[in-house]
């Protein structure tokens, strides 16, 4: 019988490829290469959702922490009301501050009949918010829906609550990895808020840094 170039019988060659399919050398090796790229993947975006969990629980603290501060007083000026914004920054940290939006607004509620209503009396918002998709302040005078909860009527048909406070908050959240897919998302918390020791928080502008409408 003819021998190939390499001494071995042709049909050697034959039983070499036909036992190809049934090799296992190696598969282990393939298979952790193709998943790799998955299980990086789902990891750096766990990741960022970590990130972005814990920007919100600090913008919602943030939220809360505003609207009890500026239901203290019985009445604001712009010095007090910076205060209020740099504590909601420092809630912030390590997140930047300036991403932080902030708009405080006091609502006054009337009652005609049953019908009970809010109206703006004042809104103030930090100097991070402007343009864009960025929170802005309430205009003095528009309507504001009423909560249920704050609907309550006395004996004489009067609002029990006279008026309330609505904190508003924003952060812009882009996240590092996965950016061109997401986008920046707007995170966002809203709090209406009693207040404590007198029917209304007045405020009084004594700055031209503060923005607002009064």
């Known amino acids: 019988m ?17 036992c190809f399919p049934r090799e296992d050398r190696g598969v282990a090796a393939v298979e952790f290469a193709l998943i790799l790229p998955i299980l ?74 049953d019908n009970v209503t809010g109206k703006v009396a004042w809104s103030c918002k930090s100097g991070a918010s402007s343009g864009g998709d960025r929170l802005d302040k309430k205009t003095k005078e528009d309507p504001y829906t009423v909560p249920e909860g704050f609907k309550n009527l006395d004996s004489a048909g009067k609002p029990v609550m006279k008026s309330f406070i609505v904190v508003e908050t924003r952060y812009p959240y882009t996240p590092t990895i996965g950016e061109a897919i997401t986008g920046t998302i707007q995170l966002n918390d809203r709090l209406e808020w009693p207040v404590r020791d007198a029917d209304k928080v007045d405020y009084k502008s004594t700055s031209t840094t503060m923005d607002c409408s009064v």
């Open 2 to 18: 003819k021998l190939s170039s390499s001494g071995r019988k042709p049909h050697y060659r034959w039983r070499e490829l036909a």
């Open 40 to 113: 990086v993947a789902v990891y750096l975006g766990l990741n960022q959702v970590q990130v972005g969990y814990s920007i919100k629980q600090k913008l919602n603290s943030a939220t809360r922490a505003v609207a009890d501060l500026s239901t203290r007083e019985a009445s604001f000026d712009s010095d007090g009301l910076a205060k209020v914004f740099a504590a909601a920054g420092a809630i912030m940290r390590p997140y930047t501050y300036p991403d932080t939006q902030i708009v405080i607004s006091s609502i006054t509620v009337t009652a005609n009949g």
